[in-house]
């Protein structure tokens, strides 16, 4: 953590000094905004953390509620979110306070009496290797504080307005503001604010889907699940671990532990009901823990309180596209208004994924907005929002059918095969079977202009061009600290280059010094003169061997750039091989050594050559403005 770039300062840096446009700003929402964001969820939280490292974006955040969320419905965090919330400088104090999900044990009918349960095995929760981080979980309401937290603490000192509701927007497309936006206090007083881009991260419910004339399609749910947090006494002796609980015709549970290291989130299963009926939503929490009681014999809870309850049926549903616009749209029309989370996508709890695709949703957002309103890339990046994020829903869906189908099976009678059911070693083996994707780990983003074509994947195997940015430790040359290279990665908007060395060093040497001395490399043609020669692209140089082989000194000036108001040197972009885990050897660098260009939301965007010159060049210029274009803020959708 580098915090005395600017100058030496005292007291807390998790608190970064106010922009000089922030220190000034009047409470009231201004006429006039970059970007408005509805809803302060978790698309809208992550949203607003990373836009707020922009302070000459005006951004403002709107939510229909009288202050912050409480109690949160969603509670698992995957390990790609924990990764994210890394690169906001939140993942210690997040799984500090979480629970930690190492084992998924199973139970089913004992083959003694099948009135009983009984223990038939465990699995790891998270196959090994698959993050530096674990499965963690933490109280939705907690995760979105973090956010709004850091949002606080920016140059931006960007925080929610409460009691602020979106209603409905009109587009003129005669001003740099083009959405002129309707919103409505609490008390009833309606006011307009003009904006360059509305993002609704309001809910399954959004006011700006229903706007926009989107609806959510899908299947008619009609499986009811119970859901309570409760603080118990009991005598079942996995109580503190994750459990998968088929009985025998009296349902199934499915127990989760929760921070604190006393509560328990459990979903007992209802049963299958007519799509909205409404007297099942009447289930109180009292039979919720009846059933729970007659699934968990001879084993018993004795509820001492509940924290919170709630009884839904699973629905999928996802809309067919994320923003406004619409397939008869002009072929240059760039959108203004976008769709992120349960906005645009709904599903069932059983997969833990909804909270973490509508955050990583947002993370794929963030950037592209702070791009475009930089004048760093044009607005056309926009449209690849929707084009990224559409099939990752798409895709969620279809897993979520098939995991809440699963799971709600009943156990397998021996005796009688014919009425079907799932037996606990099938549970535990599709358990394992999913553990890549109940990570956030299966997005995969295809070919585009932001992702490169796999010619040159054999040069860095493990690190596969679509998939986030799997790190590894390596060795901090300029301290010998042993860290984790993705830890490197901050949620600031920029490009990374990780340039893994060859055998000798020659040629990491040779690429980084063309990248800051020629004038057509990347760097140079899409940085300002005056500005920090990393503020576009991060360089990282990583050498084979041992860091005290190396340096520093002697290396391109791209790998030690003195940047800031104060021309420091930054010691922090060149790394060494940890002899006891060898980034090279786990990751499948070639001797020749490798480019892994990755994007600023810590996704592989490509992998060449370190010889490569035109192919780097290109691969940026599809997407990023040579210092001094004209920038195109978009077209109306019209």
Request: with cysteine; hydrophobic share 40%; charged share 25%.
């Amino acid at each position: 953590m580098q915090f005395y770039r600017d100058g030496y300062r005292p007291g807390d840096p998790d608190v970064v000094p106010a922009a000089p446009q922030t220190r000034d700003r009047a409470a009231e929402l201004p006429n006039e905004v970059d970007v408005l964001i509805v809803g302060t969820g978790p698309a809208g939280t992550v949203l607003a953390a990373q836009l707020a490292a922009f302070p000459d974006i005006t951004t403002r955040v709107i939510e229909r509620r009288s202050g912050p969320l409480e109690v949160g419905q969603a509670d698992g965090v995957a390990c790609r979110t924990v990764e994210m919330f890394q690169a906001f400088g939140l993942a210690d104090a997040l799984v500090r306070e979480a629970y930690w999900v190492n084992e998924v044990r199973f139970w089913g009918p004992s083959d003694d009496d099948r009135s009983k349960i009984a223990r038939s095995g465990w699995v790891d929760d998270t196959p090994a290797g698959l993050s530096e981080f674990p499965h963690v979980i933490v109280n939705q309401a907690r995760m979105q504080q973090f956010l709004l937290d850091h949002a606080a603490k920016s140059a931006s000192r960007l925080e929610a307005d409460y009691g602020v509701e979106f209603i409905g927007y009109e587009m003129d497309t005669s001003s740099e503001h083009p959405v002129i936006a309707t919103l409505r206090r609490t008390e009833g007083e309606e006011f307009t604010v003009r904006a360059k881009y509305v993002i609704g991260c309001d809910g399954a419910r959004s006011n700006v889907r229903r706007a926009l004339g989107i609806r959510l399609e899908g299947d008619a749910a009609n499986h009811a699940w119970g859901v309570m947090d409760v603080l118990a006494t009991t005598d079942f002796p996995d109580w503190r671990t994750k459990n998968v609980v088929q009985s025998a015709g009296k349902g199934s549970l499915l127990m989760i532990p929760r921070e604190g290291g006393n509560m328990v989130r459990c979903y007992v299963d209802l049963g299958v009901v007519e799509a909205g009926d409404a007297e099942i939503r009447k289930t109180t929490a009292t039979q919720l823990a009846d059933v729970a009681n007659a699934i968990l014999h001879p084993y018993s809870i004795d509820v001492q309180q509940v924290a919170w309850s709630s009884v839904y049926e699973v629905g999928q549903r996802v809309a067919d596209r994320f923003d406004d616009l619409s397939p008869e749209s002009a072929a240059d029309a760039t959108p203004h208004l976008f769709l992120a989370g349960d906005a645009c996508h709904t599903h069932s709890a059983k997969a833990g994924q909804g909270m973490n695709v509508s955050m990583q949703d947002a993370f794929n957002l963030g950037w592209k907005l702070a791009a475009v309103l930089q004048g760093r890339s044009d607005a056309a990046l926009l449209r690849t929002y929707s084009e990224e994020r559409q099939a990752i829903a798409v895709d969620l869906i279809a897993f979520d059918k098939h995991w809440s189908a699963f799971i709600a099976q009943p156990a397998l009678d021996p005796e009688h095969p014919e009425r079907g059911g799932v037996s606990p070693a099938d549970m535990q083996a599709e358990f394992a079977r999913q553990g890549r994707y109940t990570a956030g780990l299966a997005t995969t983003y295809t070919p585009s202009t932001l992702t490169g074509s796999p010619e040159h994947q054999q040069l860095a195997t493990g690190f596969e061009i679509g998939t986030r940015f799997h790190s590894a430790p390596v060795r901090r040359v300029a301290d010998a600290r042993r860290m984790q290279l993705g830890h490197s990665h901050s949620a600031d908007g920029r490009w990374r280059i990780y340039a893994f060395g060859d055998a000798s060093g020659a040629a990491l040497r040779d690429l980084a010094t063309w990248l800051a001395d020629d004038a057509d490399s990347p760097v140079r043609t899409f940085t300002a003169a005056d500005a920090d020669i990393d503020s576009v692209i991060d360089v990282h140089g990583i050498f084979r061997g041992s860091h005290h082989d190396v340096d520093v000194t002697s290396l391109p000036a791209l790998l030690v750039p003195k940047t800031g108001p104060l021309g420091l040197q930054d010691w922090e972009k060149v790394w060494a091989a940890d002899p006891a885990d060898d980034i090279f050897a786990r990751r499948g660098i070639a001797e020749e050594g490798a480019i892994v260009v990755v994007r600023p939301d810590q996704y592989i965007a490509h992998v060449l050559p370190l010889s490569a010159r035109d192919e780097l060049r290109d691969f940026f210029a599809d997407f990023l403005l040579p210092v001094g274009a004209e920038v195109v803020v978009g077209s109306s959708q019209k």
